[in-house]
Structure formats: structure tokens, C-alpha cells
Nanobody, 126 residues
């Protein structure tokens, strides 16, 4: 079973920034389409951002577009999520996921992904 590992979560004040990272065994990240999701008790698991395996196309939830940037370094087999202008409503456990499907409609669905990380907590205070 492939296990992804997230890092970079923590506590930050509103309008601050954090960068999340996600790595996996072998070339999992470099050869997969990747996504970031977040989960809260109130909203369940929701799509945040996705990126095609090549890195040439990216997709964002409306709530984070313009503030968050997803990217991947295939040479380092690492996925990133740069989060700027953070808001208290961004507080959640953030998960990275890897899969083989392509296109926006596929990448926004949790069931399109084969492998997941354990999650990292992001807390934004007002």
C-alpha cells in the first residue's frame, strides 16, 4: 500500500501563509495526478486544488482561487500547496492524494484517487 506523507501544517494568524508538502515512495508523485483536499467535521472532505501529472494544468476550488497555489516538482517527487492570505475558514485537516485520472471533473472527486496521506492540521486564528 502506497502511503503519502504531508508536512508543513501548523498554526498561523489570519492573512498569514503556510506551505504544505507531500511526498511518496518511488516516483508516485512525479507520475501521478495529485490533489489537495481538506476536511472538517462541519463540511466533510472537500476539494481544494488539483494538478495534472505533467504539472501543466491546475484546478482550484472557488474558495481558494487566487490565494492558494498547487505545484509539483517531479524531480523531487514532491507536491506543494502554497497558502497565502489564510482565513479562519481555511482551518481543517489537509490531505494530499495521488491518482491516474485526468481532467477537472475527475480531479475534484475524492474517489478518483488511489493513494492518500494521513493529513496535516492547519489552524488559522482570527
Amino acid at each position: 500500500q502506497v502511503q503519502l506523507v504531508e508536512s508543513g501544517g501548523g498554526w498561523v494568524q489570519a492573512e498569514g501563509s503556510l506551505r504544505l508538502s507531500c511526498t511518496g515512495p518511488g516516483r508516485t508523485v512525479s507520475t501521478s495526478a495529485m490533489g489537495w483536499f481538506r476536511q472538517t467535521p462541519e463540511n466533510g472532505r472537500e476539494f481544494v486544488a488539483g494538478i495534472e501529472w505533467s504539472g501543466r494544468a491546475t484546478y482550484y476550488a472557488d474558495s481558494v482561487r487566487g490565494r492558494f497555489t498547487i505545484s509539483k516538482d517531479n524531480g523531487k517527487n514532491t507536491l506543494y500547496l502554497q497558502m497565502n492570505s489564510l482565513k479562519p475558514e481555511d482551518t481543517a485537516v489537509y490531505y494530499c492524494a495521488a491518482g491516474l485520472k485526468t481532467g477537472y471533473r475527475a480531479l475534484l472527486r475524492p474517489d478518483s484517487y488511489n493513494y492518500w496521506g494521513q493529513g496535516t492540521q492547519v489552524t488559522v486564528s482570527s
